[in-house]
């Protein structure tokens, strides 16, 4: 039988994260330029609001993401610091300790104590991180990484409701971003329930519910600012 490995659903993660990121880029973006196109046909307005609107977005999803990941990260690593000093200063009393965690965890007093022993030869660090923080030392999240992966997966997303918006004659450019976001938000919903091993089709249609809210509020403003200003 093969180890047990985090790193299967640590993938399923990251890709339902990048996957819900590309959904607010569609949402966001969608929102914005159909707000804008309500109030000005310009292809240029559009193009620069739309344009503006996805850096703004992109900028905000990776500071938010670093932010998050780097206090998550920050956290974990003072946890894991906390042990190291623990296991070099009583050694036998977290020996103890991984015992009476094996308990709770259903084992008999006896076999806890043989697997704390084997566990704490082979790596107790490792086996005191797992069992009492839930951490893996070797795969804390790169803050970095979440930040870049956060970024990009929001600009994928939004490229598809400004794509939408200029392109059409200017006639058709609302009700084909409409119809271009509805669609998209429903396969993303359903990619995100799908991961998560939840209902897809409630999960796209709140998706959907609230995309198509979005722009209709944002079509509504559009409108009544661009006839206040006009």
Do not use: C
């Amino acid at each position: 039988m093969e180890p047990h490995s985090e790193r299967p659903h640590s993938r399923l993660n990251w890709l339902r994260a990048g996957v819900l990121g590309a959904n607010d880029g569609i949402v966001s973006t969608a929102g914005l330029v159909v707000g804008v196109a309500a109030a000005n046909t310009s292809t240029q307005t559009l193009w620069t609001a739309g344009i503006a609107g996805v850096a703004a977005g992109a900028i905000s999803m990776a500071v938010g993401e670093y932010v998050s990941v780097s206090t998550q990260r920050d956290s974990e690593q003072a946890l894991l610091a906390k042990e190291r000093k623990e296991l070099l200063e009583d050694p036998d009393y977290e020996l103890r300790e991984l015992a009476a965690n094996y308990r709770a965890k259903g084992l008999s007093e006896e076999t806890a104590r043989r697997v704390a022993e084997e566990m704490t030869a082979h790596d107790a660090f490792a086996a005191h991180a797992e069992v009492e923080l839930g951490i893996d030392p070797e795969q804390l999240t790169n803050p970095w990484a979440a930040a870049g992966s956060s970024a990009l997966a929001f600009v994928l997303g939004a490229l598809l409701p400004l794509l939408a918006i200029l392109l059409p004659p200017v006639s058709w450019r609302v009700p084909v971003t409409v119809a271009t976001v509805l669609v998209a938000l429903a396969l993303t919903g359903t990619i995100s329930a799908t991961l998560g091993g939840s209902p897809r089709l409630r999960a796209a249609v709140r998706v959907v519910t609230g995309g198509a809210l979005a722009m209709a509020i944002t079509y509504g403003v559009g409108q009544l600012a661009g006839g206040l200003v006009g």
